[in-house]
């Protein structure tokens, strides 16, 4: 089995969420063997802009599942959305 690359769309709970301090808080919970390959920055609307962390992942049964429930637990994120998926 390889690895699987899942963009993964992180929305904050506030337009004043700090998203410096947000991306670290993501990156610290990442479970064990996913490893993130860069971020980007979306402008939602209002001030709010969504993270979008590139997650490695290998390619096993659950796939990002455990990724999306760590994310979802960190403080100040209000909704996980996988954008896409594919395998490298």
Wanted: charged share 30%; glycine share 10%; no cysteine.
């Amino acid at each position: 089995m390889g690895d699987v690359a899942a963009k993964i769309k992180v929305m904050p709970n506030s337009p004043d969420i700090d998203l410096d301090d947000l991306q670290d808080r993501l990156e610290e919970s990442l479970p064990q063997g996913a490893k993130i390959r860069g971020f980007q920055r979306d402008d939602v609307a209002f001030g709010l802009v969504a993270l979008l962390p590139t997650v490695i992942v290998p390619d096993g049964a659950g796939g990002t599942e455990a990724v999306e429930e760590a994310f979802n637990e960190v403080d100040g994120v209000e909704s996980v959305a996988v954008e896409n998926v594919g395998r490298l």
